[in-house]
């Protein structure tokens, strides 16, 4: 939706961006337990549920990238041409914006990690016997006052050790697959 936004402009893109500043206006984690709840609990539940509610930002980021880079000579030439949009956008646009899109969606990757611990940790995120760190914090948080600590600290390093690779990761790509440098 970004990218159609940021390459027609007008009408479409405050068609789009009305779309997007609508869901970005609502908190996304009460979006995501609103969608949980209305779904039901379980972890395929909480999967749609941050999907449908964590594009906004990507969405956004690839409609900025995409009204920059529509004005390079390449995309000329490639209308010239006699591409169809689809094409432009797919083909010469998109691999050109790939850079921020990956920062973005490594970020965004990290979110969703941290939200379905939280749902899991409020009792709404993945069920029993189904594994997650949110539930393991949940289930022996009482464990830090009676002397062990770490059956709920260890969950709470694993799940900061995780987003913490995902950002590392994603900066990683964004430096390997920039076309720029």
């Not at 869901?23 to 749609?48: D, E, H, M, R």
């Amino acid at each position: 939706m970004g990218s159609l936004a940021g390459y027609f402009g007008g009408k479409v893109d405050a068609v789009i961006m009305w779309i997007i500043n609508v869901t970005w206006s609502i908190p996304t984690l009460l979006l995501v337990i609103a969608i949980t709840l209305a779904l039901g609990k379980g972890f395929w539940q909480v999967f749609i549920a941050v999907g449908l509610t964590m594009w906004v930002e990507v969405a956004r980021v690839v409609r900025g990238q995409v009204m920059g880079v529509k004005q390079m000579q390449y995309v000329t030439a490639a209308k010239a041409l006699g591409y169809t949009h689809g094409r432009i956008i797919t083909r010469h646009i998109l691999p050109n914006i790939m850079a921020p899109l990956i920062v973005i969606s490594a970020a965004n990757f990290a979110g969703a990690i941290l939200i379905e611990s939280g749902l899991s940790f409020l009792g709404i995120g993945a069920q029993p016997p189904m594994p997650s760190w949110g539930a393991m914090i949940k289930d022996h948080y009482s464990y830090i006052i009676l002397g062990k600590p770490y059956l709920a600290v260890i969950p709470g390093l694993a799940i900061m050790l995780l987003v913490m690779a995902f950002m590392l990761v994603g900066n990683a790509l964004r430096d390997a697959l920039d076309v720029k440098s």
